[in-house]
């Protein structure tokens, strides 16, 4: 309306895909006015173009801001934390800071083989009931699996749920949660720490060929401290299953062609 000022902080913002890619390539295309002209210096903040992560951002924009901060990614880990973007970016209000995308990344930055992948889940608890925790994972093979379990606390709950899922058994070493920024709808960054049970169920490889020393860490950022705790478990898990599944492949490669006694016995004279 022209007889209607335009004010406010978000008067030079852009949340819109369109608008941040014209913006991003050149700052004329939607401004008729630029704020430094009024005094307002808008510095490198924001791309230097006003803008606002959200919803509605497209690839560029998030692409650009990451570059910005020092990452570059190519195309298949882009396409992880992007889809992984919009998951965070669709739930929160007010748009996505920057230590909100470095979170972002932080739980794609160690992405592993993805065996098993959240599909969802739903989590009841209160002071007078039983926590419990339905879980729905997608396996390997594509299909879905679900089951309900109960525990001392969501956490707990869910947790327990995968394990029955997936069939694995581990000792949860070390748990650990921190608010990515300030606000009620701040992210939850959410670290984990696994040990596999020796002689414990695992439903891909052998046991026996993983160290009980070893330890599998995972990282996860969701605005729900269940589902980042959630997918920071499942990504400790998938590190577990891919490295047992690197090891008993590597075992079965020295079983199948093994060194030869008579390389064994050049090795010797050449070494007298």
């Not at 903040?45 to 924009?61: E, F, P």
């Not at 195309?75 to 919009?86: A, E, L, P, T, V």
Request: aromatic share 6%; proline share 3%.
């Amino acid at each position: 309306q022209p007889h209607k000022a335009i004010v406010g902080a978000n008067a030079f913002m852009h949340e819109s895909g369109i608008h941040q890619d014209g913006m991003i390539k050149n700052k004329g295309t939607y401004e008729i006015m630029s704020p430094e002209s009024i005094g307002l210096m808008r510095g490198d903040s924001q791309s230097g173009a006003g803008i606002v992560l959200g919803k509605h951002s497209g690839r560029n924009a998030v692409s650009t801001r990451l570059k910005e901060l020092g990452y570059d990614f190519d195309d298949d880990r882009f396409k992880q934390i992007f889809s992984r973007f919009k998951q965070v970016a669709e739930r929160k209000k007010g748009g996505v800071d920057d230590e909100e995308l470095e979170a972002i990344v932080s739980d794609n930055a160690g992405a592993t083989r993805q065996l098993w992948g959240l599909a969802g889940m739903q989590v009841t608890t209160g002071m007078n009931g039983i926590p419990t925790a339905t879980v729905r994972l997608a396996g390997p093979d594509g299909v879905e699996r679900y089951v309900a379990a109960t525990g001392t606390g969501p956490v707990d709950a869910t947790y327990k749920a995968i394990d029955r899922i997936i069939g694995t058994q581990v000792v949860l070493e070390d748990y650990s949660m921190a608010s990515v920024n300030e606000g009620i709808d701040a992210l939850a960054k959410t670290r984990v720490t696994i040990t596999p049970v020796r002689d414990g169920a695992n439903c891909l490889g052998d046991p026996s060929t993983i160290s009980k020393e070893r330890k599998f860490s995972g990282v996860s950022a969701d605005g729900d401290i269940v589902v980042a705790s959630a997918r920071a478990y499942l990504a400790a898990i998938n590190k577990l299953l891919a490295w047992n599944l690197r090891t008993a492949a590597r075992e079965e490669r020295v079983a199948a062609d093994p060194p030869s006694e008579q390389a064994g016995v050049e090795v010797k004279m050449k070494a007298q």
